[in-house]
């Protein structure tokens, strides 16, 4: 993989071939943004989110949801602020929910199985398995960071 992205670049900036056409094909961005973002770590608990959380949501709730932030991470990046392969979360823009608790909670559990702006579905519960205390707790997460 590595290999074939270097092979690419190094062709893409001498002359452009037309075989070379499938290194923004199948083998293209996709694939290497997740590696990528695979390899990142998720941002640190910022303790001042913890005066944008739900009502009744704990601080070490909030903590435990950032961990499981990292399977989002890879297509809303490490810091939510978007990638390729998802929109930011930091925007106050919702393409999808009005921005609430309770339906970062619902597109969490049921996905996007037709994205509008993103070339790949987000799988239900972001493609982890999550309890319910989970699911909240990781919806928690991202409503906090959500606010300004
Ligand atoms: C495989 C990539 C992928 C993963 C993993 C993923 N998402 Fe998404 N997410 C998307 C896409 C794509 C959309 C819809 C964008 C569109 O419609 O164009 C989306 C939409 C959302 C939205 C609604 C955004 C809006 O503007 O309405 C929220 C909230 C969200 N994701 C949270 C999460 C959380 C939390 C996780 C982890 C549990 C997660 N996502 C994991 C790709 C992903």
Redesign the pocket.
């Known amino acids: 993989m590595r290999q074939w992205a270097r092979a690419c670049v190094a062709a893409g900036a001498s002359v452009s071939l037309g075989w070379l056409a499938g290194c923004n094909g199948e083998h293209g961005a996709g694939d290497d943004a997740?590696r990528v973002a695979a390899e990142q770590e998720v941002e640190p608990f910022d303790p001042a989110l913890t005066r944008n959380l739900p009502p009744g949501v704990t601080a070490e709730s909030a903590q435990q949801g950032r961990e499981?932030?990292a399977?989002?991470a890879?297509?809303?990046g490490p810091d939510a602020r978007g990638t390729q392969?998802?929109?930011s979360?930091r925007?106050q823009?919702?393409?999808?929910?009005d921005?609430s608790y309770e339906?970062?909670q619902r597109?969490?559990r049921e996905?996007?199985a037709?994205?509008?702006?993103?070339?790949?579905?987000?799988?239900p519960?972001?493609?982890?398995a999550?309890t319910e205390q989970q699911l909240r707790n990781?919806?928690a997460?991202?409503f906090a960071l959500?606010r300004p």
């Open positions: 997740a499981l932030y399977v989002c890879t297509c809303h392969l998802g929109p979360l925007e823009e919702w393409l999808h929910i921005g339906e970062i597109i969490v996905g996007v037709e994205p509008e702006e993103f070339p790949v579905p987000m799988p519960d972001g493609g982890g999550f990781v919806s997460y991202v959500s």
